[in-house]
C-alpha cells in the first residue's frame, strides 16, 4: 500500500476535470460586439443575455461578471453587515462564503446530508429553533447545490420562512438542474449562477443575478455598475458604494451562445455519469453520488465514494495513479470549518463533509469528453482497484 502504483498507459493529450465546450454561436456573436464597437460592460448582447436568462429562469436577473460577486451582491440585498451571522453549508467552494466576511459577517457552517452530499435540512432546524430560544438569529441563509444536485429546499425554506430569513441559493454549480420540477436558484429570496471556464455553460467569466423581488435585481445591477446615481447632466454622482461587478458585452455574447446548447450540454453531462455508474457497477468500495428523488441532477462532475479497504486504495492513492496517466482528478470540496480561514467560526457537525472530503473523488466530466478518453479513464480506474489488490 505503500508503494505507487504505475498505470500501464497513459493520456496521449491531458484529460482534464472539466473545461469549456464551445458551439457555432458564439464566435459570431462576439465579432457582432467587435463590429459595433460594444466591447466593454454595456451593449445589445448584454441586453439580451438578461432578457433570454430571464426567460429561461421565469425571474428578472442581472448579468455579473462572475458568481462570487452575484453572491456578494446578494449578501447586500439580505442587509448582511458587521457581526450578522449568516448560515453557509462547510462543504462548499469557498467563494460561497468569502462574500460574507466582505461584510464583516459571521458565516455558521452547517453539515451535509448523505443523501444529497447538500446542506442538511434537519441540523438547519434544530440550529435555527436552538438559536430562537436566545433570541439570536441568523440574518441570511446561504444554501448550495453541490456538483449538479440541488439541496432539499422545501425543509429548508420552511425552517428558513418560519423566522423570516432570506434565503440566497447558490447555483453555481447546478445551471439547470430542478427540485420537484423547478430551476434551482430560482426557489428562494436571490439565486446565483457562475459561467466561469469549468461550468456546464461558460462565458470564460460571468455570472447572474436573479430574484422574484425585480426591486431587488435592479439594485444588484446598479451596485454593480460603480452605483452611479441618475443625473441628466452626465455629471458623476454616487450616494452608496458601487463595485466594478458588471458583466461585459463580449462575454455576454458568449455566455448567449451557450445558454441556447444548454439542454444539449446537460445531456451529454448526465450520459457520462451514466457510462461511469454503469463501468463500476461491479468495482467494490466505488460508490456513485447518491442521486436524489425530489429533482434531476445536471452530473455537473462525476462524484464517487471510495471506501479504501473495499476498494484497495485510498482517494489520495487514486488521484495520483490518475495523475501519472496524464488524467486530472480532485476532491470533493474541503469543508470551510476545517480551513485555516473559517476555523474560528462555529460548525454544527461536520463530520459527513469531513467524510465525503476524505474519500470523495470528482472524474473527468467535461461535456465534450470523448468516448476513447473517458473508457480511458474507466480503464485506469479498474487497472488501479486490480493493482492494488495484487499486492
Avoid at 449568516?86 to 455558521?108: A, S
Avoid at 446530508?113 to 432546524?125: A, G
Amino acid at each position: 500500500m505503500n508503494k505507487a502504483l504505475t498505470p500501464s498507459r497513459r493520456a496521449k493529450d491531458y484529460i482534464p476535470l472539466s473545461i469549456p465546450h464551445m458551439g457555432r454561436l458564439e464566435l459570431g456573436l462576439i465579432r457582432e460586439a467587435f463590429r459595433t464597437n460594444y466591447i466593454s460592460t454595456s451593449g445589445p448582447n448584454l441586453t439580451q443575455f438578461e432578457k433570454e436568462f430571464s426567460e429561461f429562469t421565469g425571474l428578472p436577473t442581472a448579468a455579473v461578471s462572475c458568481g462570487t460577486v452575484g453572491i456578494h451582491l446578494a449578501v447586500r440585498l439580505a442587509g448582511i453587515g458587521p457581526g450578522d451571522e449568516v448560515v453557509v453549508p462547510t462543504l462548499t467552494f469557498v467563494g460561497g462564503c468569502n462574500p460574507v466576511l466582505y461584510e464583516k459577517g459571521i458565516p455558521v457552517f452547517i453539515d451535509s446530508e448523505r443523501r444529497s452530499w447538500n446542506m442538511d435540512p434537519e441540523l438547519l432546524d434544530r440550529f435555527l429553533k436552538k438559536r430562537a430560544r436566545v433570541n439570536k438569529m441568523p440574518k441570511a441563509i446561504i444554501v448550495a447545490h453541490l456538483f449538479g444536485q440541488s439541496a432539499d429546499m422545501d425543509p429548508i425554506l420552511s425552517a428558513a420562512r418560519s423566522y423570516e430569513i432570506p434565503v440566497i441559493e447558490d447555483a453555481a454549480e447546478s445551471l439547470g438542474a430542478s427540485y420537484k420540477l423547478k430551476l434551482t436558484g430560482t426557489l428562494g429570496e436571490v439565486g446565483v449562477y457562475s459561467f466561469n471556464g469549468n461550468k456546464i455553460i461558460t462565458s470564460s467569466s460571468g455570472g447572474a443575478v436573479v430574484s422574484p423581488n425585480a426591486a431587488w435585481v435592479d439594485k444588484a445591477r446598479f451596485w454593480s455598475k460603480q452605483a452611479r446615481d441618475p443625473d441628466r447632466t452626465m455629471n458623476y454622482r454616487h450616494s452608496e458604494i458601487g463595485y466594478n461587478y458588471r458583466m461585459s458585452n463580449i462575454l455576454a455574447g458568449i455566455a448567449r451562445g451557450q445558454l441556447r446548447v444548454l439542454p444539449k450540454r446537460i445531456q451529454q453531462r448526465r450520459a457520462i455519469a451514466s457510462r461511469y455508474h454503469e463501468a463500476f457497477a461491479d468495482l467494490p468500495g466505488l460508490e456513485p453520488m447518491p442521486q436524489a428523488e425530489y429533482g434531476q441532477q445536471t452530473n455537473w462532475l462525476s462524484c464517487f465514494l471510495i471506501n479504501p479497504k473495499v476498494f484497495g486504495l485510498n482517494q489520495k492513492r487514486l488521484i495520483q495513479f490518475l495523475a501519472a496517466a496524464h488524467v486530472e482528478a480532485r476532491p470533493v470540496w474541503r469543508p470551510m470549518h476545517v480551513q485555516k480561514l473559517f476555523k474560528h467560526y462555529e460548525c454544527v457537525g461536520g463530520g459527513v463533509a469531513e467524510d465525503l472530503n476524505r474519500r470523495g473523488v470528482c472524474l473527468p466530466s467535461s461535456s465534450c469528453l470523448s468516448l476513447e478518453d473517458q473508457q480511458l479513464v474507466i480503464d485506469l480506474v479498474r487497472e488501479a482497484h486490480a493493482l492494488s489488490k495484487r499486492r
